[in-house]
C-alpha cells in the first residue's frame, strides 16, 4: 500500500536501521501529515502481518530489538542498573527484565519482555555522562554509571564483582549525583572497606 506522497510504508520502514517506531516517526519519514489516514494504512500492514502494533501508536518490525522498546515508550530514559551490571559482569543474578533509568517508576510487560523503569531525579536523567547512545537510538548506560545509578537508587545493594568497573570512570561520573552520601559510599566500596 503506497502513500498519499508515494512513499510505499513497508519499504520505508525496512530500509530504516531502526526497528521499532512510534507513528509520529513514521508520519515524519514518510512526510505525512494526516494521522488518522496514516493509522488506517498502517493497521492493514498489521492485518497482513507485514507490520506488529505492539503497544498504541507504537509499530515494529518482526524480530524487533526489546532495548529499543524500553528506550522508546518512555522518554527521556536509558537502560541501566541490573540489566547493564548483568551483562558487565558486576553483578551475578540473571533476571531477563530490561531496566532502566527514567522520569517514572513502572513495569510493562511488551510481548514476553518484561520493562522496569526506576525513577531517577531529573538532573542526573538528563546528564549523558556514562551513557552511550548506539544504533536504533538505544541508549545505555555504561557499567560504571549503571553502578553509580543503583547505588544512589539502593546504597544496600551488592556487588558480586567490581572487577569490570573503571574506578576512573567510576570517580569522573560520581559528581552529577551531587551526594555526599553517595560519595562516601562509593569511597567505601571501592577501597574494599564495605565488603570485609
Not at 505492539?54 to 526489546?66: E, H, L, T, V
Amino acid at each position: 500500500m503506497v502513500g498519499e506522497k508515494g512513499k510505499d510504508i513497508i519499504f520505508e520502514l525496512y530500509r530504516d536501521s531502526r526497528t521499532v517506531f512510534r507513528i509520529n516517526d513514521i508520519a515524519l519519514m514518510l512526510g505525512e501529515t494526516e494521522t488518522s489516514a496514516l493509522r488506517k494504512r498502517l493497521h492493514y500492514h498489521v492485518q497482513k502481518g507485514k507490520l506488529l502494533n505492539i503497544r498504541q501508536g507504537i509499530y515494529a518490525k518482526s524480530g524487533y530489538k526489546p532495548e529499543e522498546v524500553a528506550c522508546l515508550l518512555y522518554t527521556p530514559t536509558y537502560i541501566s542498573l541490573e540489566y547493564v551490571l548483568q551483562r558487565a559482569g558486576v553483578i551475578f543474578q540473571y533476571d531477563s527484565a530490561i531496566t532502566n533509568a527514567s522520569y517514572l517508576s513502572r513495569e510493562v510487560s511488551v510481548g514476553n519482555q518484561t520493562i522496569r523503569y526506576r525513577q531517577i531525579k531529573g538532573e542526573i536523567l538528563l546528564n549523558a555522562d556514562g551513557v552511550i547512545l548506539r544504533k536504533n537510538n538505544i541508549n545505555i548506560a555504561t557499567p560504571e554509571r549503571a553502578f553509580l545509578d543503583m547505588l544512589y537508587l539502593n546504597s544496600h545493594f551488592y556487588f558480586d564483582n567490581l572487577h569490570p568497573l573503571n574506578k576512573k570512570q567510576v570517580k569522573k561520573i560520581l559528581p552529577i549525583y551531587r551526594s555526599k552520601k553517595l560519595a562516601e559510599k562509593v569511597n567505601q566500596i571501592l577501597t574494599g572497606n564495605e565488603y570485609r
